[in-house]
T-cell receptor, first 114, second 110 residues
């Protein structure tokens, strides 16, 4: 089983719909992150959480919200999807404490907004 | 602020060629440096890392040396394989901030 699991893997939906992407982890890490990946732009940080009660905006949080339901679960919501939110979305985790620890990524959710 | 700049792709090489993907960084302090690899249809996975100056990270035949004097962390491999075709990301972490480069797509031809 994967350490960081994202559901769904693929989603096609219409403009204006509410969408939730889910992420769960079995690594016991405190820190969790949501990124989006667009061609030529690399990864951009949407939101991150250092523990259940600590949620922070990233560089592109407008149009998104998150919920950290438990240490192991971090969900990303698009309240009213728009076509320019079509992208590949990744969840990542990292242990707290030292900055020399790498992130661990899920396999991504490919989201298409029509 | 902190930033990472890596060479733009795509990079196309023949099998068994020597590979270099350049990465330079700016940081106020002493970051940890990473290379991640993303294979088609998958998330990023750690390839190698270095946490202080002059450290060399290595894995799967890839190497990168943390060069503080040139603020660089170039990725190298002596003989690439078709299976190395992927997107490679250079990244730094410092004070719980993580900065990624934009990625370099590598194509290896048989």
């Amino acid at each position: 089983d994967a350490d960081v699991t994202q559901t769904p893997r693929n989603r096609i939906t219409k403009t204006g719909k509410r969408i939730m992407l889910e992420c769960s982890q079995t690594k016991g890490h405190d820190r969790m992150y949501w990124y989006r990946q667009d061609p030529g732009l690399g990864l951009r940080l949407i939101y991150y959480s250092f523990d259940v009660k600590d949620i922070n905006k990233g560089e592109i949080s407008d149009g998104y919200s998150v919920s950290r339901q438990a240490q192991a679960k971090f969900s990303l919501s698009l309240e009213s999807a728009i076509p320019n939110q079509t992208a590949l979305y990744f969840c990542a985790t990292r242990p707290g404490g030292e900055s020399n620890q790498p992130q661990h990524f899920g396999d991504g959710t490919r989201l298409s907004i029509l | 602020g902190n930033s990472v700049t890596q060479m733009e792709g795509p990079v196309t090489l023949s099998e068994e060629a020597f590979l270099t993907i350049n990465c330079t960084y700016t940081a106020t302090g002493y970051p940890s440096l990473f290379w991640y690899v993303q294979y088609p249809g998958e998330g990023l996975q750690l390839l190698l890392k270095a946490t202080k100056a002059d450290d060399k990270g290595s894995n799967k035949g890839f190497e990168a040396t943390y060069r503080k004097e040139t603020t660089s962390f170039h990725l190298e491999k002596g003989s690439v394989q078709v299976s190395d075709s992927a997107v490679y990301f250079c990244a730094l972490t410092m004070d719980d901030k993580i900065i990624f480069g934009k990625g370099t797509r590598l194509h290896i031809l048989p």
